[in-house]
């Protein structure tokens, strides 16, 4: 079992930068992933990074969020630039059993495929 807790939502500005941690309780897991849900929207796939660092984002997000890990703290990051009002919903730190390589490729963001979650983080980015 593998607990998440997600901290460092808030407000901001469009245009200002947030940067999201989760800290994981074991590291019971292979893949790391951020998702995020608006209001009366699905659930999506923000960013997804292996064991290994290779990182995957959605294209709503690329070249202005990061994602990293350090592995020694089970713990997981998003950084977040260039926010837009687009960015706000609550954000979700996952992790999946599952491995991730050439052999076996399948949809890191995906939230079907990740079987732990964290609670939850709001952002909210004001025009």
């Known amino acids: 079992q593998v607990q998440l807790v997600e901290s460092g939502g808030g407000s901001v500005q469009a245009g200002g930068s947030l940067t999201l941690s989760c800290s994981a309780s074991s590291s019971l897991y292979n893949t790391l992933g951020w998702f995020r849900q608006a209001p009366g929207k699905e659930r999506e796939g923000v960013a997804s990074?292996?064991?290994?660092?290779?990182?995957a984002y959605a294209d709503s997000v690329k070249d202005r969020f990061t994602i990293s890990q350090a592995i020694a703290k089970a713990t997981l990051y998003l950084q977040m630039s260039s926010l837009k009002s687009d960015d706000t919903a609550m954000y979700y730190c996952?992790?999946?059993?599952?491995?991730?390589?050439?052999?076996?490729?399948?949809?890191?963001?995906?939230?079907?495929?990740?079987?732990?979650w964290g609670q939850g983080t709001q952002v909210t980015v004001s025009s």
């Open positions: 990074i292996t064991a290994d660092g290779i990182t």
């Open positions: 996952a992790a999946s059993r599952r491995l991730w390589g050439s052999w076996n490729r399948w949809n890191r963001l995906d939230p079907h495929e990740y079987h732990y």
